[in-house]
């Protein structure tokens, strides 16, 4: 079965860094748009970064220019890069794997930023 598997969460500072992992199974990982996704306490889930197979990445207006998305094709295995963190960046952080009709989500990992 598909398997999304996040880490790498957990407390900081503010202006530290995390790097956030998502180690997938169960797809053919290449072919699949790779998203992180986050929800804070209270708010909707929104998109945070996304990158297709080929290494075309989004971001929102928010995170650019702190945060930076990879994905290795060879190891199944989704990163975000966040750096300059902010108070505002607290939230659950899920990884996201579509193609097609398939929608998978991973169970999240929470970041915390504060002093």
């Known amino acids: 079965q598909v398997q999304l598997v996040e880490s790498g969460g957990g407390v900081v500072q503010p202006g530290g860094s995390l790097r956030l992992s998502c180690a997938a199974s169960?797809?053919?990982?290449?072919?699949?748009?790779m998203s992180w996704y986050r929800q804070a306490p209270g708010k909707q889930r929104e998109l945070v970064a996304a990158i297709l197979g080929g290494g075309y990445s989004t971001y929102t207006d928010t995170v650019k220019g702190r945060f930076t998305i990879s994905r290795d094709n060879a190891k199944n295995t989704l990163y975000l890069q966040m750096n300059s963190l902010k108070p505002e960046d607290t939230a659950v952080y899920y990884c996201?794997?579509?193609?097609?009709?398939?929608?998978?989500w991973g169970q999240g990992t929470q970041v915390t930023v504060s002093s």
């Open positions: 169960g797809i053919t990982f290449r072919t699949y748009t």
């Open positions: 996201n794997a579509k193609y097609s009709s398939e929608n998978y």
